[in-house]
């Protein structure tokens, strides 16, 4: 064997330490510094390799044919073109839509995780050479936790600060009594986190909680949201529903006298407003245990229960982001910090709240001890933005009007659009409308790694490098390690590094060295590792040259702020260290949102009921359907790897069913099951669990979409939930997505079953 060596990779599920043989990756595993390393890194292999690797640039045949119309996107053949060709129509596209519309007819967005890498990253590289071409409409916020984006600056402070802000697990460990976890605390999802996680840190802190004997209480469809070792009560509740349940311990805790007075005179702001709404003064319903149990399906006893033992001892109340991935999931949040108040603990060690435990493997774990060094991007001439989630809206109603934070704003009109590192076939809600939606512009540009549906909706698709076909370093977003990335292996077919292309792109129309600023790859990479270098030396840490780092191995770092306590400082002085909000305080009420004047968040927490089952009296599609993170895959990353394929049932994505809900419908595990509602239809492997609470369902999130156009409404045949989730926002306050609100029904799929072709390459033509 000539070449056979072990090499360092990041990713945003870890370190991996890839085995190369004659220039191809055969394995990764984790790294040997790693309590926990991730079980993705198995899927790397195999999808690098897959079938659906993207191999040469390729052009819609109707668009290239000068009739884009003929045959919708999604549904076209691909012709293959050479590089030169494909970045001649993109330089004349680019040309021509500026000259005609203007660069705020450019919508870049293109929202998604891309790869781990500080110089290589998709959207950065997409953005930076925008820029240099007059500018391009942006999206703003995320798919992950964009309703806390939205509300918390107007009630708490900064949420991407507070959450790296958030107490540490081992302080829970020492000081907490009682952690109630809304939405649980998924160990599957404390796998990832942006930009990579050197220690997989969570288990072991979790398990030294459970030592230490602090109680958990897992208030969760899904029992498994829960780790085992923490042996948590689990009190299923009705999805959506959280906020009922907080009130109704918050009306128990004001009924029984057991509210910490002091704590919101001096803290917050609005506490009346709140107790009138709980004591139904302002709507003749008391929010009381009787009232949250009809909602929740919590027992009322048990909701009183835990109420006391709340007040009895030191308590976190921990809020998934799932929880406010739902519809009015702004109001979940609002509703825990108003009851953590009411407790009076925030700012004590291990009391108060945290909304975002789990959502990452560092947060509450790890913080970084400085900055990293990134890529400029450049200024951005156009300032039209759309929230994130409104991306069919936009495309369905070019002008059209919306509202987002109190502002009346306008839709741009776009009329081309660039992906680059996210997969909206994968994230977005409401495949029908996006597939409908993504039919409105003049021109889609994807670059990707593989044949993913968002590709197969474009008209011009890039072939791109993987990031271990090109040289970087990773360091997570709140990491505390660095990691050499040396290029591994040739790309694939005739894929190319991102930059590379942006640079003959910029050298077509006439401004290479804007984007360039002169530098190669190897230049860029210095320049960044070296303000990374000088930001380690002023905190006091002593980094390699480049050339040694990148030839060496992982570098870890101390951790800046072991003992940090979320808002000490704030409790320890509410003057010296006012929030930034209107009045300095935790805003209970909210004079901004309320002057806002919205139908679904007013200026203090409320319950609103869930719109999929509140708009079907009849019961028609009676399930919850879940879909939260894969355990076994990023999203709908490296999904035609190994360890993804080995969970799927039958080739479709497992959806988990209760014993009593399969059994009324004549389903046992290992059946395939078309799960449909009025939006969509899929096909998903059943796997039948007392795991999940009776009318539920989960689906996972990240099967390739897979539609059969010949079938009713397009059925996807892997297992994509968002066939079946609605389109519908959070709320007018922060325009977010709210995919875990879905109504669905199922029954045994009895047909022949389809093949799946979404890890296929997809059909080519000829030109003419
Ligand atoms: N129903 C439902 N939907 C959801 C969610 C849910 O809970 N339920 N969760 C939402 C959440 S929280 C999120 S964050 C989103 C995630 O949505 P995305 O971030 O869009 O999902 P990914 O699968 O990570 O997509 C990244 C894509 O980038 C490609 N890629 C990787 N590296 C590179 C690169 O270097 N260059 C380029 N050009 N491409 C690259 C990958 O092949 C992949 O197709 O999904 C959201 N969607
Ligand atoms: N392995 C892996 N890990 C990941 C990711 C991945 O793709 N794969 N993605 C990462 C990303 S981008 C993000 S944003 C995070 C997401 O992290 P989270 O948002 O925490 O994850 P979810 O899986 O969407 O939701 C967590 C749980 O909330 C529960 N839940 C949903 N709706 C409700 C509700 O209304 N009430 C209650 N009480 N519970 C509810 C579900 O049972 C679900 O298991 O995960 C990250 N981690
Ligand atoms: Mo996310």
């Not at 660069?103 to 998604?112: P, Q, T, V």
């Not at 230049?523 to 905190?539: F, P, Q």
Request: aromatic share 8%; glycine share 8%.
């Amino acid at each position: 064997m000539s070449d056979h060596k072990k090499k360092l990779t990041a990713s945003h599920w870890g370190i991996g330490v890839a085995t190369v043989v004659d220039d191809r990756i055969i394995a990764v595993e984790g790294h040997e510094s790693d309590p926990a390393a991730s079980e993705i890194n198995a899927n790397i292999a195999g999808s690098l390799y897959g079938k659906a690797r993207i191999l040469r640039p390729a052009v819609r045949k109707s668009w290239l044919d000068g009739s884009p119309a003929a045959v919708p996107r999604g549904r076209d053949v691909f012709v293959e073109v050479s590089w030169d060709r494909a970045l001649d129509l993109i330089a004349q596209e680019i040309t021509r839509v500026r000259k005609t519309h203007g660069n705020k007819a450019i919508f870049a967005g293109s929202y998604g995780w891309s790869s781990a890498g500080r110089f290589h990253h998709a959207q950065s590289q997409l953005k930076r050479f925008l820029n240099t071409q007059g500018g391009f409409v942006r999206s703003e916020g995320n798919y992950s936790y964009n309703a806390a984006l939205g509300l918390m600056p107007h009630i708490v402070g900064p949420y991407r600060q507070h959450v790296a802000q958030a107490t540490r697990w081992p302080v829970i460990a020492k000081h907490s009594d009682l952690v109630v976890m809304f939405g649980g605390m998924a160990l599957r999802n404390t796998q990832v986190s942006d930009g990579g996680v050197s220690k997989h840190r969570m288990s072991d802190n979790l398990e030294a909680c459970a030592k230490a004997g602090v109680d958990f209480v897992n208030i969760s469809p899904l029992r498994s949201d829960a780790a085992d070792v923490l042996a948590a009560r689990w009190l299923p509740v009705q999805p959506g529903s959280d906020t009922a349940l907080m009130m109704g311990l918050a009306h128990t805790l004001l009924q029984e006298d057991l509210c910490d007075l002091a704590f919101l005179q001096n803290y917050t702001v609005g506490f009346e407003q709140v107790r009138a709404y709980l004591m139904g003064e302002t709507d003749d319903q008391p929010k009381d245990a009787e009232w949250a149990s009809n909602l929740t399906g919590v027992d009322a006893t048990e909701i009183r229960a835990l109420a006391r033992r709340m007040a009895g001892g030191r308590t976190m109340i921990s809020v998934a982001a799932g929880v406010q991935r739902t519809d009015f999931g702004e109001q979940p949040m609002w509703m825990a910090i108003a009851l953590a108040a009411m407790l009076g603990q925030i700012g004590l060690p291990g009391g108060g709240y945290t909304v975002g435990y789990g959502v990452n493997a560092n947060i509450g774990n790890i913080e970084r001890p400085f900055r990293w060094g990134t890529l400029p991007q450049g200024v951005n001439p156009v300032s039209e933005f759309i929230p994130v989630a409104m991306i069919s809206e936009m495309l369905l109603n070019p002008a059209g009007s919306y509202q987002y934070q109190g502002q009346d704003r306008t839709f741009p009109d776009a009329r081309m659009v660039w992906w680059a590192g996210g997969n909206p076939f994968h994230h977005h809600q409401d495949l029908n409308r996006l597939h409908d939606a993504f039919q409105t512009p003049e021109t889609i540009i994807v670059n990707e790694l593989n044949w993913t549906a968002t590709a197969r909706h474009a008209d011009i698709v890039l072939p791109v490098a993987a990031a271990q076909e090109r040289t970087d370093f990773g360091a997570g977003k709140s990491d505390n390690a660095l990691v050499p990335m040396p290029r591994l292996v040739t790309p694939q077919g005739e894929a190319r590094v991102e930059y590379d292309i942006y640079a003959d792109l910029a050298a077509r129309l006439g401004n290479e060295e804007e984007f360039t600023d002169g530098k190669s790859i190897d230049g860029w990479l210095n320049d960044i590792w070296e303000t990374t270098r000088s930001r380690a030396t002023k905190a006091g840490i002593t980094l390699p040259d480049w050339q040694s780092f990148l030839a060496g191995d992982v570098v870890h770092l101390p951790d800046p702020s072991p003992e940090q306590v979320f808002l000490a400082d704030y409790r320890s002085d509410p003057k010296k260290f006012a929030l930034p909000t209107p009045s300095g305080k935790i805003e209970l009420f909210s004079e901004a949102i309320a002057g806002f004047d919205l139908t679904d968040c007013k200026g203090h927490p409320a319950w609103f009921p869930p719109r999929d089952r509140a708009n079907d009296p009849n019961g028609e599609f009676p399930l919850a359907m879940l879909s939260g993170q894969p355990k076994t895959r990023l999203h709908s990353q490296l999904d035609n790897g190994a360890y993804s394929l080995s969970h799927k049932i039958a080739g479709r994505e497992p959806v988990l069913i209760h014993p009593d809900d399969a059994a009324a419908r004549g389903i046992k595990s290992g059946d395939v099951v078309e799960m449909f509602n009025a939006r969509g239809r899929c096909l998903a492997g059943a796997k039948v669990t007392d795991e999940i609470s009776t009318g539920c369902v989960f689906l996972w999130t990240g099967a390739w979409y897979d539609p059969d156009f010949d079938a009713p409404q397009a059925r996807d045949r892997h297992g994509n939930p968002n066939v079946l989730t609605h389109d519908l926002r959070t709320s007018l306050l922060t325009q977010s997505p709210a995919a875990h609100s879905a109504m669905i029904e199922l029954r045994a799929f009895e047909d022949p079953l389809p093949p799946i072709e979404a890890h296929e390459q997809p059909p080519f033509g000829e030109e003419g």
